[in-house]
């Protein structure tokens, strides 16, 4: 598959629009290869994790956390100029797909939500809206069923059709129209379009971190966790060297009963007041900070940074291997927790 196309499709799955201002998440480092038959996909750009990916013969390396958030020259010596080197010599593509994954309705992201059979899901912090844009033009010929058929489909296409007289009307998601816009080109032969948009009041998709949804049923606390434990020891096995297992740490004041449980994947610390706020019992997140446990008005469990994120990871390898099919072989690289944990007696 040319590596522009490949790149399209993992843009049309986390859609850099989703992404936060702050962030980094689109090609890292550009390579030299004009096709792509394996794709990597992997939690953590880092040295060792790259170089097996680059040893399988990765033409594309997926990450979820960029190489860097600000442009930086390769002067000092660390992992960011060690994996600059790797690619460079490969000639490979490096892609961060990060907040614009996190944030993405129905992504892989929201994995644990559908793992505990959540109703009723919101976001915790909305933070962007996209409105789906209306296309009209006179098509140069007919296009066929067959034709349409991976257009409407495609993510973000709410409907595609052609009149008697030749006129196409496309509605999609914004994100998804340059990709389409692509499509049609291919089908029409490139020849001249001339396209008249509009902005449509609904449907609009709104993104952001984190989710808030109910219990199939009320839990008490010590069922709950159980729940909750086997799904993420089903998940992952997080602790370094390999053995499985699974530990949190708990903070603040502990409800007898579960009904409500918000979430969110990686760093949540600054999600608890809108958690609560949202009605939880609980939330679910990694990398809480002591005078954040300190301050809690309920119950959290910091699960890990990793640990939510490598099973994203994962899921989203499957998702892009359904999606490329048989034209780029997918494969996920399993990274390790930089912490493990020592139990005492």
């Given at each position: 598959m040319n590596a522009d196309k490949a790149l399209s499709r993992i843009r049309a799955l986390a859609p850099e629009a989703y992404a936060?201002?702050?962030?980094?998440?689109?090609?890292?480092?550009?390579?030299?290869?004009?096709?792509v038959k394996k794709l990597a996909v992997a939690l953590d750009?880092?040295?060792?994790?790259?170089?097996?990916?680059?040893?399988?013969?990765?033409?594309?390396?997926?990450?979820?956390?960029?190489?860097?958030?600000?442009?930086?020259?390769?002067?000092?010596?660390?992992?960011?100029?060690?994996?600059?080197?790797?690619?460079?010599?490969?000639?490979?593509?490096?892609?961060?797909?990060?907040?614009?994954?996190?944030?993405r309705p129905d992504g892989p992201a929201f994995w644990l939500g559908r793992e505990l059979g959540l109703k009723g899901c919101a976001s915790l912090e909305p933070c962007q809206s996209f409105p789906a844009r209306e296309v009209?033009?006179?098509?140069?010929?007919?296009?066929?069923?067959?034709?349409?058929?991976?257009?409407?489909?495609?993510?973000?296409?709410?409907?595609?059709?052609?009149?008697?007289?030749?006129e196409v009307r496309v509605v999609a998601e914004e994100h998804a129209w340059p990709e389409v816009f692509e499509e049609l080109k291919g089908i029409f032969a490139n020849k001249p379009i001339e396209y008249y948009v509009r902005r449509l009041e609904t449907p609009v998709v709104s993104v952001g971190f984190g989710q808030v949804g109910d219990l199939p049923e009320p839990l008490?606390?010590?069922?709950?966790?159980?729940?909750?434990?086997?799904?993420?020891?089903?998940?992952?096995?997080?602790f370094a060297g390999g053995k499985?297992?699974?530990?949190?740490?708990?903070?603040?004041?502990?409800?007898?009963?579960?009904?409500?449980?918000?979430?969110?994947?990686?760093?949540?610390?600054s999600l608890i007041p809108a958690a609560f706020a949202a009605g939880a019992d609980v939330f679910i997140c990694g990398d809480v900070k002591h005078h954040a446990a300190m301050e809690t008005p309920g119950l959290v469990l910091d699960v890990g940074h990793f640990i939510l994120e490598e099973e994203m990871m994962r899921l989203f390898a499957t998702e892009l291997q359904s999606d490329l099919g048989r034209e780029v072989e997918v494969r996920f690289f399993a990274g390790r927790s930089p912490f493990s944990f020592r139990v005492l007696a």
């Open positions: 936060a201002d702050w962030d980094n998440s689109r090609v890292q480092i550009r390579g030299a290869r004009e096709a750009p880092s040295p060792a994790l790259m170089g097996d990916c680059l040893g399988w013969g990765a033409d594309l390396v997926l990450t979820h956390h960029p190489l860097y958030f600000k442009p930086q020259a390769p002067t000092a010596s660390g992992q960011y100029l060690d994996v600059l080197r790797l690619f460079v010599s490969a000639g490979a593509w490096l892609y961060a797909a990060h907040t614009s994954l996190d944030c009209f033009f006179q098509a140069p010929s007919r296009f066929t069923e067959g034709e349409a058929r991976p257009l409407v489909e495609a993510p973000g296409v709410h409907a595609l059709s052609q009149s008697a007289a030749g008490a606390f010590e069922a709950f966790a159980e729940r909750l434990e086997r799904a993420l020891f089903s998940a992952q096995k997080p499985a297992g699974v530990a949190w740490a708990e903070c603040g004041p502990k409800p007898e009963t579960i009904r409500r449980v918000a979430y969110t994947t990686g760093s949540g610390a």
